[in-house]
């Protein structure tokens, strides 16, 4: 439940930025006459803060729909005509229903650009740039749209060196030049 942004994109990634931010902030504390120690990020546990994030938000979002009286059915859906799905769940079990509204929401998946297979260790996607094992120490990050923009800052404040590549004539192509 919550789909994408939820589970995998705005809500976790908003959560990874806060730490990072705040790790960016003790470490240049120094600028506004505040001293402190060195800044170590236990990256596993920011992960785990922002999967934490997303799972209470999943919970409320059943919760409120269980209150009023929505019925979630979890699986694979096939639209069959009009007002008609069949729906196969986790087990295997495949069941009809009919409705005089359907809505078809598919989520996401990650876009491979030709010739750059994401292979999960040297060449990521959203998934795993959200979940790193490791903090890299150099990122590129192809596309500076608002997503890659943004992961460029997360990454940026926990001290990898970061290069955006864009193709547009410049970063935030679709946002107001000043913006950029």
């Known amino acids: 439940l919550g789909g994408v942004c939820l589970n995998w994109g705005c ?3 908003k959560a990874l930025v806060h730490g990072a931010e705040v790790a960016h902030t003790i470490t240049h ?3 506004l006459g505040i001293s402190v120690g060195e800044v170590n990020v236990d990256l596993q546990k920011l992960v785990q803060f922002s999967r934490t994030v997303s799972q209470q938000l999943t919970a409320g979002v059943a919760y409120l729909l269980k209150k009023n009286g929505v019925r979630v059915i979890d699986g694979t ?3 069959r005509g009009k007002g008609q799905i069949t729906v196969e769940d986790a087990r295997g079990e495949v069941r009809d229903y009919r409705a005089d509204h359907v809505i078809l929401a598919t989520g ?3 876009r491979a650009l030709p010739g750059i297979a994401p292979d999960g260790e040297h060449i990521w996607t959203y998934f795993e740039a959200l979940r790193p094992k490791l903090l890299p120490k150099s990122l590129l ?3 500076s749209g ?8 997360l990454y940026n404040d926990l001290g990898c060196k970061v290069t955006l590549v864009e193709l547009a004539s410049q970063i935030l192509p ?4 000043e913006v950029s």
């Open 77 to 79: 859906a096939r639209l």
């Open 141 to 143: 990050i192809i596309g």
């Open 146 to 153: 608002a997503i890659g923009v943004e992961f460029a800052s």
């Open 29 to 31: 504390a120094s600028q």
């Open 174 to 177: 679709v946002e107001d030049a």
């Open 108 to 110: 996401a998946r990650p």
């Open 11 to 13: 809500i976790p990634t």
